[in-house]
């Protein structure tokens, strides 16, 4: 039963730590995404 446990915490924290990094590199598109729309705006200018 101990194993069974361990397993399960080992689970979740494989999950939540995935959804971490998964969110942090959600955040780093977006503003590479914005900083390329601010250049492409001044070049038209």
Do not use: Y
């Amino acid at each position: 039963m101990d194993f069974a446990v361990l397993v399960a915490v080992a689970l979740f924290a494989t999950v939540f730590a995935s959804v971490i990094f998964g969110k942090e590199l959600d955040e780093k598109e977006k503003q590479a995404i914005a900083k390329e729309k601010i250049k492409n705006k001044k070049e038209k200018a």
